[in-house]
């Protein structure tokens, strides 16, 4: 091939973004390896990228979520040792609701998603909710298929999450996890 021509074609995909990989919903929950490539879709949400994030945050209210676990104590602290966990830092006026994306919740952790969702929505299960965490997390695909199957209308998953949204040089702000009541 020639060179000028292999050369185009190098730019006509490299202008097309990122292939997404190939996978496919599943019927349930990810219960595992929540780090790995995530599908194009889901089913009753829209997926969106950074920018539509960013316009659906100006164009009126919507409540962000960040679904990320909060990093736990490590087990072989002294118990009298003060330990911080590691800073989060998230879109502007995102709510963190941690560990709230596994693939099975207690029961605990249920009503505190469910209680969480209602308050922050003022029950109105048509205000847009977007969901995310970190990139190739399934994390936040299942927590925005737990508000699909919640009865909530206006889900977004944004996939791409906090590396995808800081990578045009959107800020970010620290923040702690809604506590569970």
């Not at 919903?25 to 929540?34: C, K, L, S, T, V």
């Not at 737990?146 to 889900?155: F, K, M, N």
């Not at 949204?165 to 702690?176: D, H």
Request: proline share 12%.
């Amino acid at each position: 091939m020639r060179p000028l021509l292999c050369l185009a074609l190098l730019a006509v995909c490299l202008a097309a973004g990122p292939v997404l990989a190939q996978v496919a919903e599943p019927d349930g929950y990810r219960m595992e390896n929540f780090r790995a490539p995530v599908p194009a879709t889901l089913q009753g949400a829209a997926v969106v990228d950074a920018a539509a994030v960013e316009t659906l945050i100006r164009s009126g209210p919507v409540v962000v979520i960040d679904v990320l676990p909060q990093p736990p104590r490590p087990d072989k602290l002294p118990p009298e040792t003060l330990w911080r966990p590691p800073e989060r830092r998230d879109i502007p006026g995102s709510v963190w609701l941690a560990n709230t994306g596994y693939g099975a919740l207690s029961a605990e952790m249920e009503i505190y998603f469910r209680n969480a969702l209602a308050a922050l929505t003022l029950g109105d299960r048509a205000r847009p909710l977007v969901f995310y965490c970190d990139a190739e997390c399934w994390m936040s695909w299942n927590a925005a298929r737990r508000a699909v199957a919640e009865g909530y209308t206006a889900v977004h998953w944004f996939p791409g999450g906090v590396k995808d949204w800081t990578a045009a040089g959107r800020p970010t702000l620290p923040n702690a996890p809604l506590p569970v009541k």
